[in-house]
């Protein structure tokens, strides 16, 4: 099993830039496909970002492409979501998760990740 903690969250203006941060402990992240998902007060968790354990496949939730980037270094066990152009609707917890299964695919269905963070509370005033 893999053991998370998220960090890097904050309070940050619309149009500005958080990175957080996911460090894992336990011998299995290096071969663990790894999400990134947030939930909104009153909301469901929802998917943003995947990546394989290899770091060469990445996902996006359609409301963060081309605003998100999914990384991970494995020599660190650290995944990270570089989060660009921030939007009010941004505003959630954010976690990190992990598939249990060695070299599994990432994917955005939230039912397969069984290894999660604390959370970090991103806060995006306009």
């Known amino acids: 099993q893999v053991q998370l903690v998220e960090s890097g969250g904050g309070l940050v203006q619309a149009g500005g830039s958080l990175r957080l941060s996911c460090a894992a402990s336990?011998?299995?992240?290096?071969?663990?496909?790894m999400g990134w998902f947030r939930q909104a007060p009153g909301k469901e968790r929802e998917f943003v970002a995947a990546?394989?354990?290899?770091?060469?496949?990445?996902y996006y939730a359609d409301s963060v492409k081309g605003r998100f980037t999914i990384s991970r270094d494995n020599a660190k066990n650290t995944l990270y979501l570089q989060m660009n152009s921030l939007k009010p609707e941004d505003t959630a917890v954010y976690y990190c998760?992990?598939?249990?299964?060695?070299?599994?695919?990432?994917?955005?269905?939230?039912?397969?990740?069984?290894?999660w963070g604390q959370g970090t509370q991103v806060t995006v005033s306009s």
């Open positions: 998760a992990a598939k249990p299964a060695f070299f599994a695919a990432p994917s955005d269905r939230i039912y397969e990740y069984q290894n």
């Open positions: 990546i394989s354990w290899s770091g060469g496949i990445t």
């Open positions: 336990g011998r299995t992240f290096s071969t663990s496909a």
